[in-house]
């Protein structure tokens, strides 16, 4: 869009939408920018849905760096500190505010919990110092997650068939098919790593910075959990907002 284009909307209508990834190692078959093409296609149909739905959703460019201190042993990855990245978030939202827009989606697809944190303790920020609502489903949360794949559920979930899958549909020549196919699953549970205190993929039991199984993924079920992630951003948009806007 314009400037002239953003300026002549209606605020309570329009709705930004930034998508949140990562720089970070995704096994030897994924790329490094996996969690920015997830999270701009899940921001791209929940921009669709949003729109049906009489709102005017954008996405905005995304957010390429973040904390990924799990992966930061692997070459390719660049961590930001938590700090960092809570500041730019509020910024982002400071800029949006000062022009009067009343609402921020964060449509995020990096699952790191320290990286998480940095977001929530952004959107407090932000709640607390402007006008603008944000909205925020974390996937790894009730009842989010609970729409998810199996794989997705059971918390080995890098790089795996869920992440591998969305990338196939999303930019099927940026995978290594050749690699991806000869890869053994991974079971070991991130989610559960890092409930026992664990801080790396290594100490996770990712040797090659994947869990879950990157053979099994497929562009299909990309698809469906594409159409499931934006449905996820739609919805928990419309829960905060229950008053359909006018035509
Ligand atoms: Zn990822």
Known sequence: MTWEEIA??????FVPILPIGATEAHGPHLPLSTDVII???MAEHGA????????????LPPLAYTS????????????LQPETETALIVDIGRGLASHGIQQL?????????????????????????????VVFPDITRKPWALR???????????????????????????????IRATLP??????????RAGKRTFEEAGGPRAYFGDPAAASADEG??????????LHDAFIEMRPATPQR
């Open 185 to 194: 699953a991974n079971f070991s549970s991130l989610s559960q790593a890092i």
């Open 48 to 59: 669709t849905l949003l729109n049906a739905s009489g709102y005017v959703a954008q996405v």
């Open 148 to 178: 998810l794949s199996d794989e997705f559920k059971s918390g080995a979930c890098h790089a795996g068939s869920y992440e591998g899958s969305i990338v196939m549909a999303a930019r099927p020549d940026l995978v290594r098919d050749a």
């Open 223 to 232: 698809r469906e959990t594409i159409a499931t992630l934006g449905q996820i």
């Open 8 to 13: 002549g909307h209606d605020k309570t209508r």
């Open 39 to 41: 999270a701009q296609a």
């Open 68 to 79: 990924a201190g799990f992966a930061g042993g692997f070459a390719g990855t660049i961590s």
């Open 105 to 133: 989606i964060c449509a995020n697809a990096h699952l790191d919990p320290t990286h998480i944190a940095a977001i929530y303790a952004a959107a407090k920020t932000l709640e607390s110092s402007t006008a603008l609502r």
